[in-house]
């Protein structure tokens, strides 16, 4: 059973800089971003999703644009699947059903 919390988020595309996408080994496009907590949100968000630029460019304090934010998914407790007492009924084929 996974215990790590999961998150959903939204990103406005928009705000990206292009300009600092990078390519990956199979012709991808990346972007690099940071996420940073923010526990008191007033409106119940945990992160805030910037784009994170270049070492150079951070140095020099310019920062990346707020992309995003991201909130806690609630979880439901996984089940564990019922299990099967009773022997198929004869002429049922339901034993070899691919799915």
Known sequence: MNNH???????DVTKVMKEHLFPGKGGQK??????????????????????????ELRDNGQKGPILGNMKE???????????????????DDSEDCPF
Not at 32 to 53: A, F, N, R, W
Not at 73 to 91: D, F, L, T
């Open 30 to 55: 990346y972007l690099d971003i940071i996420c940073i907590p923010t526990p008191d949100s007033k409106y119940g968000d945990c992160h805030v999703i910037c784009q994170s630029l270049p070492k």
């Open 73 to 91: 998914a609630a979880q439901k407790p996984r089940q564990a699947p019922a299990q099967r007492s009773e022997k198929p009924a004869k002429g």
């Open 5 to 11: 919390p999961m998150y959903f988020g939204k990103l």
